[in-house]
C-alpha cells in the first residue's frame, strides 16, 4: 500500500531515539534534520527516553520548539563512564 497525502496536507514525521538528550553525532544529525524538516513546514515528533532526572514519565512536552514524547527507560551497564538508557515497557 502506497503512502499518500492529500494537496495542501504538511508532511507528518516522527522519529524514534534513545538518547535525545545525549550530544553526540546521531542526535546532533537528528537535529538538523528536525530543523530542516520544519523549516519546510512539515509537523515533527521525537519519541525519546526521559533523561535520568526525569525518569517515570511518560508525557508530552516541548523542548526548544520540538515537540517531545518522554517514555520510561533504564541506564544500560557499560564499562566505560557513558550511560546509555533503553526503553522499557512497563
Known amino acids: 500500500m502506497k503512502a499518500t497525502r492529500r494537496p495542501g496536507e504538511p508532511l507528518?514525521?516522527?522519529f524514534?531515539?534513545?538518547?535525545y538528550f545525549v550530544l553526540d553525532g546521531v542526535t546532533?544529525?537528528?537535529r538538523k534534520l528536525l530543523a530542516y524538516l520544519k523549516?519546510?513546514?512539515?509537523?515533527?515528533m521525537v519519541v525519546t527516553a526521559a533523561p535520568l532526572a526525569a525518569?517515570?514519565?511518560?508525557?508530552?512536552?516541548?523542548?526548544?520548539?520540538?515537540?517531545?514524547?518522554?517514555?520510561?527507560?533504564?541506564?544500560?551497564p557499560v564499562e566505560n563512564e557513558v550511560s546509555f538508557m533503553y526503553y522499557s515497557p512497563s
Do not use: K, Q, W, Y
Open 28 to 30: 546532533l544529525t537528528l
Open 12 to 14: 507528518r514525521v516522527v
Open 55 to 76: 525518569a517515570g514519565c511518560a508525557e508530552l512536552g516541548e523542548l526548544d520548539g520540538e515537540n517531545l514524547v518522554l517514555v520510561p527507560g533504564m541506564p544500560v
Open 16 to 19: 524514534f531515539t534513545a538518547s
Open 39 to 44: 523549516s519546510i513546514g512539515a509537523e515533527v
